[in-house]
C-alpha cells in the first residue's frame, strides 16, 4: 500500500535525528506490521484516497503522483516550494496504529 512507516503513534508525521552525548534506553522494536491490508483484513483507504489513481495495490505511479504533486505546487505557487498532498497518509493508519482483529494478522 502507501509504503509509509506505520508505527504505534500512527504515519502522518515527520521523523528526524537527534544527536546526544549521553546514555539512553534503547527504544523497543515492534515486531509487528500495522498495515491492515498486509495483515490480510483488506483496508486499503490509502488507495481510495489518492486524488490521482496513482497509488494502488499493484504499487505507486511515482510520475503519476508527482505531476500531482507539480500541480498542487502550482497552484500554491506564492508559498514557495509545495510538493505536497499526504492524501494517502489520512486513512485509519495516520494518528495511530489501527487495530488488527486477532485471529487476522
Known sequence: ??????TPSGCAGR??????DCAMPATPVWQQDFCLYRG?????????LCP????TKDGLDKARCYQHLL???AYYADLGL????GKCAVGPCALRAPTIK???A
Do not use: F, P, Y
Not at 521523523?15 to 546526544?20: H, Q
Not at 490521482?52 to 497509488?55: E, F, M
Open 52 to 55: 490521482t489513481g496513482a497509488l
Open 102 to 104: 486477532k485471529g487476522k
Open 82 to 85: 509545495c510538493d505536497v498532498c
Open 71 to 73: 500541480e498542487v505546487n
Open 40 to 48: 490480510e483484513q483488506k483496508c486499503a483507504a490509502c488507495t481510495r
Open 1 to 6: 500500500m502507501h509504503q509509509m512507516l506505520i
Open 15 to 20: 521523523l528526524g535525528s537527534l544527536v546526544l
